[in-house]
């Protein structure tokens, strides 16, 4: 059984930093591509950054690029999520996710995480 497993929200002020983690178990990953969205209150979840797991491809939403770095610890099964120069704009539930069909659509990922909240207060 698949299981994700999302840890290192909380508060922060504007500014300042989170990493995020996620627990990949239940299968390998190789050659896949594994991503982490958020969705904030009202809106719809949105596409933040995606890898590949065997390495050589990320990709980033235009409002996170330059703030938020995407790494995986393939000895660990662990994806993380550096984020800096955090936005209250950034506040919302952010979830990982695995096995899409389409790297930047969240309806085609085939596993998720339950979420970890983030908050940025100004």
């Known amino acids: 059984q698949v299981q994700l497993v999302e840890s290192g929200g909380g508060l922060v002020q504007a500014g300042g930093s989170l990493r995020l983690s996620c627990a990949a178990s239940g299968r390998t990953f190789s050659n896949n591509i594994m991503g982490w969205f958020r969705q904030a209150p009202g809106k719809e979840r949105e596409f933040v950054a995606a890898l590949n797991w065997s390495g050589g491809y990320t990709n980033y939403a235009d409002s996170v690029k330059g703030r938020f770095t995407i790494s995986r610890d393939i000895a660990k099964n662990m994806m993380y999520l550096q984020m800096n120069s955090l936005k209250p704009e950034d506040t919302a539930v952010y979830y990982c996710?695995?096995?899409?069909?389409?790297?930047?659509?969240?309806?085609?990922?085939?596993?998720w995480g339950q979420g970890t909240q983030v908050t940025v207060s100004s």
């Open positions: 996710a695995a096995v899409p069909t389409s790297s930047v659509v969240a309806d085609s990922y085939r596993y």
